[in-house]
């Protein structure tokens, strides 16, 4: 039923002849029957290896990202580390194109959230643009992530069917967008009322008798960290579960080998790409979700694409059976890709897996010194004659970078930037409005001093603010008592974050002590929060300002969800901009907060 093939290509993808190694001799000898001999590589022969290529978190980043969202972190021999400018999709583009050069039998997966928290030039046009840059890098199947409900189960089925936008219509007279020429599958996503799969949960790769099965699934969890109305109707079910039941049907259906393409991943020891995970035996580098996800899903899984925590990664996590088995992640925003390669026994139609580490995957950084792709240069350019009149809009000035997502702390100077704004609007709205929390997920980007175009150093244009908060969420005030205040930044490090911690973004006036050598809700010092130099009184009511997703209970925050008297105001991204215009000029920039409202205990 679902191993359809794709819808024709547009364009023929160019090989060459030949494919690459994937075990030494003796180690491919010691899997072979006795006096089997082994026959690699020619098609017909027994052994055939299979290249797939991979990446994840794509997040709608066309052009390169700015800042040090758009660098990677390659260790050197002699001990030290270099940053390195990667991504957007003229360099990704050029790199798998080259990849794929010698190798016959390619194959290229995604593990979700390719849309979704997306800059303007992809954004704004609801990521049309993004899935038509995915049509033409080839790519053949991705996983849904969480972000790719942002906009509901119905939008995403558009990005795939194709169709103009129900609301904005189609961009340009005569043109109607076609969709994604690859399947989204979301095997642990099903309706609510009919309890089947929201889409396909699999898809079959065929290419001269091999066969290769992917199953996708996002992470259990994503109805905590998605808008309630863009999963609305929808049920999400455990990874481990769900990934063994299509095994098992693929296994049926006489498809051996299987790739699971997992958004949910894990992190790293070092933030390196090329670190070696396995350096203190396997697996032993990394840490989070994926692990226990990688332990539990079935023998018959090959190997796991996976993403979601935006990490970099190619390590070797044993399976239920103590096979050795390989688990890997791209970073984020196409700066890196990763090559596995995979065995095909073309007598047992599964992939060869032996004691030697196999498969075999290394990440490569899509470096910005290689020629661009001529392709997506004109599709960047086309999208972005449409997009100029709203993004290169000046609305604010700043006197050197503001890091958000690129932050090293837990409190980011962007965030505390953002919770500001959120407490003049609320302000605007209602004089009581007393602070303001911000959700570290929902911070982007960074604000970069450099000029990105012709705008002028220190320069924020609507575009570089929209990268920053993309996703139309409205500034809500609530009433918490300070009780409710109180326990909701200890649910910051407890309950559903206690594994890994998100720590809300302060508004001015607003600090506290975070002892980070306790464990749970003790890291959070109750007697040390105050508000503009005054102690919370828990039977008090505070006027709190956040974001409708936090105003939700997004994000594991229940207690913020609680809040009563809810007053909905505009949304952020015109808060963040008005604030930038209304406190900021070329003589006065804003320079960046100084992210001391929370004192950090290690």
């Not at 800042?67 to 999709?89: C, L, M, R, Y």
């Not at 008798?209 to 969890?221: C, D, M, N, R, Y």
């Not at 290169?392 to 700043?398: E, K, S, T, Y």
Request: net charge negative.
């Amino acid at each position: 039923m679902y191993a359809q093939t794709k819808r024709p290509r547009r364009r023929l993808r160019a090989v060459l002849a030949g494919a690459a190694t994937l075990v030494t001799a003796g180690a491919l000898m010691a899997a072979l029957p006795a006096g089997a001999a082994p026959q690699k590589g020619a098609a017909g022969g027994r052994y055939q290896d299979v290249q797939l290529l991979s990446f994840n978190d794509f997040h709608g980043n066309l052009e390169p990202p700015a800042g040090s969202s758009g660098q990677v972190t390659e260790d050197q021999a002699d001990g030290t580390t270099k940053k390195i400018d990667a991504g957007g999709v003229e360099y990704l583009a050029s790199s798998l194109r080259k990849a794929r050069q010698g190798h016959p039998y390619s194959v290229t997966a995604a593990a979700g959230d390719l849309i979704g928290a997306s800059p303007l030039l992809s954004g704004l046009f609801h990521d049309e643009p993004t899935v038509e840059a995915m049509n033409k890098l080839d790519l053949d199947v991705t996983s849904v992530g969480n972000h790719e409900f942002d906009e509901g189960s119905g939008e995403l089925a558009r990005l795939q069917k194709g169709g103009c936008h129900p609301k904005d219509g189609c961009y340009e007279d005569g043109r109607t967008f076609e969709g994604a020429d690859y399947p989204y599958l979301a095997a642990n996503v099903t309706d609510e009322k009919t309890g089947k799969p929201a889409l396909a949960p699999y898809w079959v790769w065929k290419h001269k008798g091999v066969k290769v099965g992917f199953i996708g699934v996002t992470l259990e969890g994503t109805p905590d960290i998605v808008s309630a109305e863009g999963v609305k109707g929808l049920k999400f079910h455990d990874e481990i579960e769900t990934v063994d039941k299509y095994a098992k049907i693929l296994d049926k259906q006489g498809v051996k080998s299987i790739v699971a393409l997992v958004h949910e991943g894990g992190a790293p020891a070092s933030a390196s790409y090329n670190y070696d995970c396995d350096a203190g035996g396997a697996g032993s580098g990394i840490s989070g979700p994926i692990v226990d996800i990688a332990k539990g899903i079935t023998s018959k899984v090959d190997a796991l694409v996976t993403g979601h925590t935006h990490n970099a990664y190619a390590c070797t996590i044993p399976d239920p059976a103590g096979k050795p088995r390989m688990v890997t992640s791209a970073s984020s925003f196409g700066k890196l890709y990763t090559d596995t390669t995979l065995t095909y026994d073309r007598a047992t139609k599964d992939v060869v897996r032996t004691s030697v580490k196999s498969p075999t995957s290394e990440n490569h950084v899509v470096t910005r010194t290689q020629a661009k792709a001529a392709d997506m240069t004109a599709l960047i350019g086309q999208w972005n004659k449409l997009a100029a009149p709203v993004a290169n809009q000046p609305v604010g000035f700043i006197s050197a970078d503001v890091p958000g997502r690129g932050a090293t702390t837990p409190e980011a100077p962007l965030g505390d930037l953002i919770a500001d704004a959120q407490l003049a609007h609320a302000k605007s709205l209602d004089p009581k409005a007393s602070l303001a929390l911000m959700n570290p997920g929902g911070i982007r980007s960074d604000l970069v001093f450099k000029a990105s175009g012709s705008e002028g150093d220190g320069v924020v244009t609507y575009g570089e603010g929209f990268a920053v908060q993309p996703f139309s969420n409205t500034v809500n005030l609530v009433d918490l008592s300070g009780e409710q205040l109180v326990t909701a930044l200890k649910q910051q490090v407890s309950g559903a974050n206690a594994a890994s911690p998100k720590i809300l973004q302060p508004s001015a006036g607003l600090a506290y002590t975070l002892d980070m050598t306790k464990s749970g809700a003790d890291r959070v010092v109750t007697d040390s929060i105050r508000l503009n130099g005054a102690a919370i009184d828990p039977a008090a009511t505070y006027r709190v300002a956040m974001n409708s997703f936090l105003a939700g209970g997004g994000d594991g925050f229940a207690a913020l969800g609680a809040g009563k008297n809810p007053l909905v105001g505009s949304d952020d991204l015109k808060a963040f901009n008005d604030y930038l215009t209304a406190n900021s000029s070329a003589s006065n920039p804003i320079a960046p907060p100084k992210a001391d409202r929370i004192t950090i205990v290690k």
